[in-house]
Structure formats: C-alpha cells, structure tokens
C-alpha cells in the first residue's frame, strides 16, 4: 500500500483501514446497502457491492493493489460473505 492506491473492500475493520490510510491510502468500502439496515434480515451482508466494485476497478486499476475481503465482516456486526460473491470478486481481480 502506498500514497494514493485504492483498497477496495467490504467494510474494512478499524485497524486494516488505519493502516491503509496511515499509508496515505484510500480503504473504499463496497459493501451491499443491506449491510446498513439493521432490519433488514439478508443472509450475506458482508457481500461486496459488484458493480461498484467493477467501476472502481475500471476506473482505477492501475492504483489497486489488492482486495480485501473479510469473510465474516465485523465492521457491519460479523456479517458473512457469500462464496457466490467471494467468486464474482475473484474474476473481477482476474480479469484487472
């Protein structure tokens, strides 16, 4: 990580994006909406949004160095991820 890369995510635990932005990077979260609706009962809301996530790989590829995915996301009250989801990023990373 270095001074302007881009981190994309779903919603980075405290630590990770301090460190990330002590390095004077971007920790972008693409988390689903749901995750921000406690009443909203979705079974992956640690799932990352693919189409933001798609534009920000399109926009700004050549500054992302990696991805981070947290398989049961703490920052949005432990949520897990869908491995449905887990695969749709993962040919996103291939395919940048």
Known sequence: MKEGHICPGNAHFDTTKG??????GHALDCTI????????LHQFKGNVDISMMR???EE???K?????LTATCNS???Q??????IRE????CDKY
């Open 19 to 24: 460190h990330i932005e002590f390095r004077k």
């Open 33 to 40: 909406q749901e995750a921000n609706d406690i009443n909203n």
């Open 55 to 57: 534009k920000a790989m």
């Open 60 to 62: 700004n590829h050549d």
């Open 64 to 68: 992302i160095p990696f991805v981070i």
């Open 76 to 78: 949005s009250g432990g």
């Open 80 to 85: 897990p991820i869908s491995i449905e989801n």
């Open 89 to 92: 990023v993962r040919a996103l």
